[in-house]
């Protein structure tokens, strides 16, 4: 299973982009990317999946490199309300899959 | 989707005693994954269940610690087995709703407290 790297922590203010990368420099070529939302006393939450280049859903945008050696979680105009833990996870997922998680980041918005 | 229920929410327990988490899925699910989050660090996958077969332990873990049963498509149970202070966790019950898409869906979590 790829090992994936990412700052222990954030800070931002309402209202600004958050970026939040994660290298994964071990991906291999079935790999998936995940990422995960964890809010204090909750389990984690889904957030975005890709593979390659750019994919967007309501909450998030994910930018994957064509090396795929790295991913980007973008959240754009961030409230109170995504202070969390965010976790990249790297797998291929298959009926025999186990999800790992990483260490996270702790992503913490001001008003 | 899938919706999780696991009992209990929270207890606190006595060293040396055993303790049964229970976790309902609205759905039939293939595997079942079993998760110990200690105070504010990530999650740490325990074990995965599949129905009618032995749980798959992951290193550091074993069977007789965290007995796990799984006598169908929509339950399961961990059991922490001769607790001490150091068992203190959060337990998660995880599935997949889809296999094999890497989409997990987690119940809220059972807070055990070791004293």
């Known amino acids: 299973l790829a090992k994936t790297t990412q700052p222990i922590s954030m800070d931002s203010y309402e209202g600004q982009e958050v970026n939040i990368t994660c290298s994964h420099n071990n991906i291999a070529t079935n790999d998936y990317i995940t990422w995960y939302q964890q809010f204090p006393s909750q389990g984690p939450r889904f957030i975005i999946q890709g593979y390659k280049t750019k994919v967007t859903n309501e909450v998030a945008s994910l930018f994957i490199p064509a090396d795929r050696k790295s991913s980007t979680l973008s959240l754009p105009r961030v409230s109170l309300s995504d202070t969390a833990v965010y976790y990249c996870?790297?797998?291929?997922?298959?009926?025999?899959?186990?999800?790992?998680f990483g260490s996270g980041t702790r992503l913490s918005i001001r008003p | 989707s899938a919706v999780i229920s696991q009992k209990p929410s929270r207890d606190i327990c006595q060293r040396g005693t055993s303790l049964t988490i229970q976790c309902q899925v609205d759905s039939q699910v293939t595997m079942m994954f079993w998760y110990r989050q200690q105070p504010g660090q990530s999650l740490t996958l325990i074990a995965t269940?599949?129905?009618?077969?032995?749980?798959?332990?992951e290193s550091g873990f074993v069977i007789d610690k965290f007995p796990i049963s799984r006598p169908n498509l929509t339950f399961s149970t961990l059991t922490v087995s001769n607790m001490s202070p150091e068992d203190s966790s959060i337990y998660l019950c995880?599935?997949?709703?889809?296999?094999?898409?890497?989409?997990?869906?987690f119940g809220e979590g059972s807070r055990l407290t070791v004293l």
């Open positions: 269940a599949n129905q009618g077969s032995e749980a798959t332990y």
């Open positions: 996870l790297v797998a291929l997922y298959s009926s025999a899959s186990k999800i790992i």
């Open positions: 995880s599935v997949e709703a889809l296999a094999g898409t890497g989409e997990l869906f």
